[in-house]
């Protein structure tokens, strides 16, 4: 490669460093497999089986419940993730895509981002599996079997986004906490399951419902069996929409270990921390759920906007319940090279936490100007729509290729960061990517 040199953009103070240029733009993974098939890798894992993943002899023995070190930061080989995954955090598992392993229409195992809380289940049996429904708001605590959910109710199959409330927050300044993600924590797989409302209705809840909490098979970090990772919830409305699903199955299979298996809530539109994985109960408050992270500050930002840097008390946050309209450009690669005179073809997918996008628009000269870009129907509500342009360029010269959505609320991306928040939540801004004319 000749050469190569980044490009500083400076947003909101924050510089922003490109890749170097690419000569060649080739993105295709040639070994994927199915990461459902390493069920219970770590507890039930014999000192062959990690020696297979480790590619050589372990001399000494392991002792009881240990992951070799040299596994600990490897997706790839732990969960069959795409190689070129980004690793956060592993204490608990935090793994992103970059943003051009995103061009599927649906996204496959291997390339779906990883926010988990806690620790991953261990000995999941699937024939014991029991999803129980309880909480004020219902005349009396009933359980299903797995086997039940499936046999007892119509099942369903949509298209749908989960988003971490998080993704994009390393682009804020001043920094706030949290994995500093970039854009790759979003995904659209195709699930299968059951209608939770038809779930609830067998059920039979009261009037007074306001909220549908979670709980789930995850362990503490502490290991501690009295905590829970995680245990947010959705309102009752949000739990009775078509889309909101009971999931067993993600992309035609069981859903991956690392994704729920064997039972998981999809509540798309909502920040996907409420969807969620190794279902084990729900809870029908007759009140707010105040479950582990239902609480400010997490997954809550400001009701009124602050500048940026302040201190916000808990009592001024407001519990996330929508996320933003939002794009992604998945081709090409950010650094991309082009000749003179030639035209680029560009595509990715919008979403929103409304109902569908109804336009998408790039600009090449800093949002001065906007162009539409040819827009496709999504599958249904809450799945992301594909996107794609031919775009020309008038000289030789570094461009930037940037993409705007607007959704059937009338909302927009914003160009720059939006409204700052202490943990970086819901950052929508435009997303660009540099293109040098040779």
């Not at 000749?2 to 953009?9: E, G, R, T």
């Not at 596994?71 to 956060?88: A, C, M, S, T, W």
């Not at 779930?199 to 362990?219: E, M, P, Q, R, T």
């Not at 001065?368 to 594909?386: D, H, I, M, S, V």
């Amino acid at each position: 490669m000749a050469n190569p040199w980044c490009f500083f953009w400076f947003v909101s103070k924050k510089p922003i460093i490109w890749q170097p240029w690419n000569t060649q733009i080739d993105f295709q993974n040639m070994n994927t497999f199915d990461p459902s098939d390493r069920r219970n890798f770590i507890k039930k894992a014999s000192l062959g089986s990690f020696a297979a993943l480790l590619g050589t002899d372990i001399v000494f023995a392991l002792p009881k419940g240990y992951l070799p070190v040299a596994l600990e930061n490897d997706p790839q080989k732990l969960f069959g993730k795409h190689k070129d995954l980004i690793v956060r955090n592993n204490l608990p598992w935090n793994v992103e895509p970059p943003a051009h392993l995103l061009d599927d229409k649906i996204t496959p195992a291997d390339k779906m981002f990883i926010r988990n809380n806690g620790l991953v289940p261990e000995n999941i049996d699937v024939a014991k599996w029991i999803l129980t429904i309880k909480g004020e708001a219902i005349d009396q605590e009933k359980t299903y079997t797995l086997e039940e959910l499936k046999t007892k109710f119509p099942r369903h199959t949509y298209h749908l986004v989960l988003e971490c409330g998080g993704n994009g927050r390393s682009e804020f300044y001043p920094p706030t906490e949290g994995n500093q993600w970039e854009l790759g924590a979003v995904s659209c797989a195709e699930w299968t399951g059951v209608r939770l409302k038809d779930i609830l209705a067998d059920v039979g809840i009261k009037s007074n419902a306001v909220y549908v909490g979670f709980h789930a098979a995850d362990l503490h970090l502490s290991r501690d069996a009295n905590k829970e990772a995680i245990s947010r919830g959705i309102p009752i409305d949000k739990a009775r929409e078509d889309e909101t699903l009971v999931a067993f199955q993600m992309n035609g299979k069981d859903i991956p270990l690392v994704h729920g298996h064997p039972l998981r809530l999809i509540a798309s539109g909502f920040p996907a921390s409420v969807s969620g994985k190794w279902l084990t109960a729900l809870s029908v408050r007759d009140r707010v759920h105040d479950g582990e992270k239902m609480a400010p500050p997490s997954y809550s930002i400001p009701c009124d906007p602050v500048e940026a840097g302040a201190e916000v008390a808990n009592e001024n946050m407001c519990i996330i319940e929508k996320m933003p309209v939002k794009s992604l450009i998945t081709y090409p690669k950010s650094g991309a090279m082009i000749k003179e005179n030639a035209t680029l073809g560009i595509r990715g997918h919008a979403w929103t936490g409304e109902s569908r996008i109804t336009k998408t628009e790039y600009s090449i000269d800093f949002g001065a100007t906007w162009k539409p870009c040819q827009l496709e129907r999504g599958k249904n509500k809450y799945a992301w729509q594909g996107f794609e342009a031919k775009v020309d360029f008038p000289k030789k010269g570094y461009y930037e290729v940037w993409v705007k959505a607007t959704d059937d609320s009338g909302m927009s991306q914003p160009m720059l960061t939006p409204g700052w928040n202490p943990k970086g939540y819901l950052n929508n801004a435009c997303h660009r990517i540099a293109i040098k004319v040779t």
